[in-house]
C-alpha cells in the first residue's frame, strides 16, 4: 500500500467512531464459557453455506473453504489483533485461539463491552435489538436503541412471525383487531421509546418479502383483520403491510426519527432500494437511511442519495464486510455526487470480536479509496481526513443525537 494510505490508516486509529447499527447480544450471551465456537456461529461466517463442526477435519473443510471469503477474512484478522496470537487460524490452531478466548472472557465478563468502547473506539452504537425492540441489552451509556417494526408486520395473526421469529401481537399480548390498533400501538411505543432514548425506527423486512410498499388504503388494509387464516391471500397481507410501512414513514417524519431501512440482499426479490421511490416521494418530511449500499443494487442507492439530497442517507453498514472492493467504487462515486454529511458506517454484527473485524475493513476500504483521491489531486489528506472523520463519527452524531 502507499504512503498515503497507511496516513490515512494512522488517522483513523486515533478516531472515536459513531457505529449506526449493530446487533450486540445481551451479557448472558458472553458467559457460561465463551469461546471461538460462540463467535463463529455468530458471524457471517456462520452464513457462507458451511458448517463449522466440532472435529479437525470438520473445522479444516470449514475453514479451506472460507479462507479468502471477505466475512471470514476480517473476522480472523481482528481476533489475532485482539488476542495478540501471530499464527493464522487453522484447524490445528482453532484450540489456541478458542483457549485464549476463553480464559480472556473468565478472567473479565464485562471484555465484551471494554472491546466496543476501547479497542473499537465507539462513543456511541445504535442497537437492534430485534429480540427485544427499544432495548439498550442493560448499557445505555454506550448503547442507543432503535424500534424495529418488523414483528408488527404480521401482527393480524399472532401465530405468524417474521424471519427473526417475531410477532408484536403476541410479544405484547395483544389481540389487534384492525390497523388503528397496530398503528395506535407503534405510536405508543416509539414516544415511550423516544423518551428513554430512542433514536431511529428500523425495518428489515427485505428478508421477508420486497420492499416494493405501494400506496393501500386503510379498506384495503384492514381486510386483513376480516378474513380467517384459510382465506387469507397473499394480496391482502401485501395490502396490510405496505399500509402499514406507510403510516410508519409518516411517524418516522412526524416524530423526526431516522427510519433505517435494509436495502439489498435478504429475500433478493424486489428488495432493491429503487422499490422505495414511491414512498419516498410521498414522504417528503422523512429521513430514509438505506442500509448496507443496496447490495448488490449500489446504483440504486446512489441514484436516490442524488435525487433526494435531503431525505437520503446512504449507509455502508455491512459493505466492507459483504465486498470490501464494492464498497471502495460506492464510496469513490458517492463522494463524486452526494453531499458530505450523508455517509455513514455501522459494524452489523453481534459480537465485539467481528465488529473490530467490520472496523478494520471499513477502515481498509476508506484508506483506499481516499488515498486514491489524494493521488488524483482531488483531495487534499486534510480533506480526506475530514470526510473521513464525517462518515465515521460526524455525520451520525448529526443525524441521531
Known sequence: MNGRYRELQDFMQGLRVVNTHCHHQPDVFF????????IIEKS??????????????????????????S?????????????????????????????????????????????????????????????DTGSTCGHPELFSATFRVDSYMVAYDRDKTDHDDNNASAAFGIEFE??????????????????????????????????????????????????????????????????????VCALAGGMKLPFQIHTGLG????????????????????KFV?????????????????????????????????????????IAEIVDIVQSGALCWGCDSWTAEESYGALLAARHVLAKTFSAKIEDGIFSVADACDYIKGIMYDNAKALYF
Request: proline share 4%; net charge negative.
Open 44 to 69: 457471517y461466517a456462520a452464513w457462507c453455506g458451511y458448517e463449522l463442526g466440532a472435529t479437525d477435519k470438520e473445522r479444516e473443510i470449514f475453514i479451506i473453504n472460507l479462507k479468502h471469503r
Open 290 to 330: 438505506l442500509f448496507h449500499g443496496g447490495y448488490p443494487w449500489t446504483d440504486d442507492v446512489l441514484g436516490l442519495a442524488h435525487l433526494f439530497p435531503n431525505q437520503i442517507y446512504p449507509d455502508l453498514c455491512w459493505l466492507p464486510l459483504i465486498s470490501p472492493g464494492k464498497a471502495e467504487s460506492f
Open 71 to 131: 466475512f471470514f477474512f476480517w473476522l480472523e484478522r481482528a481476533l489475532r489483533e485482539l488476542y495478540g496470537i501471530t499464527e493464522e487460524l487453522s484447524a490445528e490452531t482453532f484450540s489456541l485461539f478458542d483457549e485464549k478466548i476463553r480464559e480472556t472472557y473468565q478472567k473479565d465478563k464485562g471484555r465484551h463491552i471494554s472491546l466496543m468502547k476501547e479497542a473499537c473506539g465507539y462513543d456511541k452504537v445504535i442497537l437492534d435489538a430485534y429480540w
Open 178 to 247: 384492525n390497523t388503528d390498533a397496530v398503528i395506535a400501538h407503534i405510536e405508543q411505543k416509539l414516544a415511550e421509546g423516544k423518551q428513554k432514548g430512542v433514536v431511529a425506527i428500523k425495518c428489515a423486512t427485505a428478508y421477508d418479502r420486497g420492499v416494493d410498499f405501494e400506496p393501500a388504503s386503510k379498506e384495503r388494509a384492514s381486510k386483513v383483520f376480516k378474513v380467517s387464516r384459510e382465506n387469507r391471500r397473499k394480496e391482502d397481507e401485501k395490502a396490510y403491510e405496505d399500509y402499514l410501512f406507510h403510516e
Open 31 to 38: 458467559e457460561d464459557d465463551f469461546g471461538l465456537n460462540n
Open 267 to 286: 429475500a433478493l426479490g424486489k428488495t432493491n432500494a429503487m422499490q422505495l421511490l414511491p414512498a419516498i416521494q410521498s414522504h417528503p418530511d422523512t
